[in-house]
């Protein structure tokens, strides 16, 4: 199967950065869109970022003109770099790929296990 590990999470103050980096392995065939969601305390999972094999991007209302990812195809990498933190970014950041497997037949959604980031002064 795949795995999506994701580091970089952590406490900050508002205005500081983070850089969340998530890498799969396993039985890649190749990585269609790859993305970041987040869920913050009582609330819903939401869209933050994501980003297809061409490097196409789409980014959540919330985080636009503040955050963007990016990708290293040969590393099967996705990142998110997150500049002015907010509290309101307070969450679980949660990793997404959608990856063709084995042979390449067929496509499912994978999610890492998630990241805490907390912004805070």
């Known amino acids: 199967q795949v795995q999506l590990v994701e580091s970089g999470g952590g406490l900050v103050q508002p205005g500081e950065s983070l850089r969340l980096s998530c890498a799969a392995s396993?039985?890649?065939?190749?990585?269609?869109?790859m993305g970041w969601y987040r869920q913050p305390p009582g609330k819903q999972r939401e869209l933050v970022a994501v980003?297809?094999?061409?490097?196409?991007?789409n980014f959540g209302d919330s985080v636009k003109g503040r955050f963007t990812i990016s990708r290293e195809n040969a590393k099967n990498t996705v990142y998110l770099q997150m500049n002015s933190l907010k509290p309101e970014d307070t969450a679980v950041y949660y990793c997404?790929?959608?990856?063709?497997?084995?042979?390449?037949?067929?496509?499912?959604?994978?999610w890492g296990q998630g990241t805490q980031v907390t912004v805070s002064s």
């Open positions: 980003i297809t094999s061409d490097g196409s991007t």
């Open positions: 396993g039985s890649i065939f190749s990585i269609n869109h």
């Open positions: 997404n790929a959608h990856v063709r497997v084995g042979t390449g037949k067929y496509t499912y959604s994978f």
